[in-house]
Every structure is written in structure tokens, then in C-alpha cells.
Nanobody
Framework: QVQLVESGGGLVQPGGSLRLSCAASRNISSMYRLGWYRQPPGKQRELVATITQGSSTNYADSAKGRFTISADNARNIVQLQMNSLKPEDTAVYYC??????????????WGQGTQVTVSS
């Protein structure tokens, strides 16, 4: 089992910045993929950014150039730095981890989510 706890969400004005943090209960250096997803009101959950094997990053088109994902192995924290926020970024943001378990099976875990609201 892996527990993920997000923090850092809140209310911010358009053009502002937020840094989301995801604290993991296990060593993230052993995790295959870490990522951030979001679910806007009334919409399906969508990918924001991922980091695979600690180095390879991938971003949604809407996040490129504005968001940065990073992993702090020493503190078992994955972060999402969000700059130049827009009202369309308003969503519940979820942390996700893909972890290899027993018998080489890949298991996926989700945090509870943190609300980000971008509004003037």
C-alpha cells in the first residue's frame, strides 16, 4: 500500500502561482511513475504532468511552459509548480503513483486531491 497526501491548493488570482506537494508513504525513488492529474468541475479526470523513473517528464499541452513537475527523493515528495494560472486551471488536483508490487505487477495509487481555484 502507498498513501499519497496532497497539499498546497487554494484560491489564487489569474496570473498567479501555486506549488502543489504530494507526500508519499514510501520511497518514491522505487516508483515507476509519478504524476499529477486534475478534474475540472463537471469533467473527466485528465493528465497534467508525469515523471517516469525520476527523470523523463511529460506534460499536457495546456500545462507546457507553465507547469513543472519534480521529485524530491530525499523527502519522498513530488511537486507541481504552477505559474501563470488561468481560470481554466480550476480543478481538483490529484497525485498518482505507479508502483511495481509483488510478482512484477504495477499498482496505481491516488491521493485524496486538493482544490485549486483560479478566480479574480
Amino acid at each position: 500500500q502507498v498513501q499519497l497526501v496532497e497539499s498546497g491548493g487554494g484560491l489564487v488570482q489569474p496570473g498567479g502561482s501555486l506549488r502543489l506537494s504530494c507526500a508519499a508513504s514510501r520511497n518514491i525513488s522505487s516508483m515507476y511513475r509519478l504524476g499529477w492529474y486534475r478534474q475540472p468541475p463537471g469533467k473527466q479526470r485528465e493528465l497534467v504532468a508525469t515523471i517516469t523513473q525520476g527523470s523523463s517528464t511529460n506534460y499536457a499541452d495546456s500545462a507546457k511552459g507553465r507547469f513543472t513537475i519534480s521529485a524530491d527523493n530525499a523527502r519522498n515528495i513530488v511537486q507541481l509548480q504552477m505559474n501563470s494560472l488561468k481560470p481554466e486551471d480550476t480543478a481538483v488536483y490529484y497525485c498518482n503513483a505507479g508502483v511495481f508490487g509483488t510478482m512484477s505487477l504495477l499498482n496505481y495509487y491516488w491521493g485524496q486531491g486538493t482544490q485549486v481555484t483560479v478566480s479574480s
